[in-house]
């Protein structure tokens, strides 16, 4: 089992910037692959971005490009994601996800975080 938890959502205004954290424990050596989703209400999961542990190879959905990083620490085993230039869009509950493979699907992934809001005031 993979335990997965998020933090540093919060509430910013439009142009402003916040810094996700996912804390990873258990037996992450099986997870290779480490992902942001975010969910709206009414709307399905949808992928954020991406890394490869060992590698570092990332992969961004096109509305985040640009704006946002997804960085690893593998002393830490903790991913992180930066978000600039935030927009009200942005706004959602932001999931961290583990699996075996680096994708944008979400059965790529076999474990998930707990979910941290994020809110962007216009």
């Known amino acids: 089992q993979v335990q997965l938890v998020e933090s540093g959502g919060g509430l910013v205004q439009a142009g402003g910037s916040l810094r996700l954290s996912c804390a990873a424990s258990g037996r992450t050596f099986s997870s290779i692959a480490r992902g942001w989703f975010r969910q709206v209400p009414g709307k399905e999961r949808e992928f954020v971005a991406a890394i490869s542990w060992g590698g570092g190879s990332t992969d961004y959905a096109d509305s985040v490009k640009g704006r946002f990083t997804i960085s690893r620490d593998k002393a830490k085993n903790t991913v992180y994601l930066q978000m600039n230039s935030l927009k009200p869009e942005d706004t959602a509950v932001y999931y961290c996800?583990?699996?075996?493979?680096?994708?944008?699907?979400?059965?790529?992934?076999?474990?998930w975080g707990q979910g941290t809001q994020v809110t962007v005031s216009s």
């Open positions: 996800a583990a699996g075996r493979l680096l994708g944008r699907d979400l059965r790529s992934y076999d474990y």
